[in-house]
């Protein structure tokens, strides 16, 4: 089954602890995308990457940091500069631009 | 800078009833416009993508509609079920080169047996 995976489903964070959510993608996708989702909000940017070992910041970047030593990972660290980083953390990626986006399941982020 | 609004934030309607949900956006030089769903908790599922040079798209019941002059776009519903509640969330794309989507808040359907 080709797809989008994300782990943990539910993360629980204390304060002023650094936590990596993953994502793995088996459909060879080049460009993958991290997106972060507040209740009765839409979903806002915070990195991508359209190749292995590139990344750039989105709209809300700050607070956060990725990498992307492979094509099929691109993990996600929230980290203890990040003020209020309680929320629903989606990944997803996409072949070519112009391509519709495909999301993965979703983390569910809650500091203590 | 683009912004996407949907109107209303939640709709509820019987089953059976046709119905439209709306999207504007405030830059209409878009490359595409997108609907996706969304179950409680879940990641998003893509419904339809119009190219900026196209006026509809349909896949079964679902109609969406793009008039980029206006920018509106609409999501068309036909023969409501149980099984379409969810939120709804209108995406655009800016350029063809563009990897960001801006997204509306969306809007939360309901369908009452």
């Known amino acids: 089954d080709g797809g989008i995976t994300q782990s943990p489903k539910y993360l629980f964070r204390k304060e002023g602890q650094n936590v990596t959510l993953s994502c793995e993608q088996n459909?060879?996708?080049?460009?993958m995308y991290w997106y972060r989702q507040d209740p009765g909000q839409g979903l806002r940017l915070i990195y991508y990457s359209q190749i292995v070992n590139d990344f750039q910041k989105g709209d809300i970047a700050e607070g956060y940091s990725v990498s992307r030593e492979k094509k099929e990972s691109f993990p996600l660290t929230v980290t203890s500069a990040q003020k209020n980083p309680t929320a629903f953390y989606l990944c997803a990626s996409r072949m070519d631009s112009g391509d519709t986006q495909y999301f993965g399941p979703g983390t569910r982020l809650t500091v203590l | 800078k683009q912004e996407v609004t949907q109107i209303p934030a939640a709709l509820s309607v019987p089953e059976g009833e046709n119905l439209v949900l709306n999207c504007s956006f405030t830059?209409?030089?878009?490359?595409?416009l997108q609907w996706f769903r969304q179950d409680p908790g879940k990641g998003l599922t893509s419904l339809l993508l119009i190219q900026s040079s196209q006026r509809e798209q349909t896949s079964g019941r679902l109609n969406a509609s793009l008039d980029k002059s206006s920018g509106r776009s609409t999501l068309y519903i036909a023969a409501s079920q149980p099984g379409d509640s969810a939120t709804y969330l209108c995406?655009?794309?800016?350029?063809?080169?563009?990897?960001?989507?801006?997204f509306g808040q969306g809007t939360r359907l309901t369908i009452n047996p």
């Open positions: 995406a655009v794309q800016g350029t063809v080169g563009a990897q960001k989507l801006v």
């Open positions: 459909l060879n996708h080049d460009a």
């Open positions: 830059d209409s030089a878009i490359y595409n």
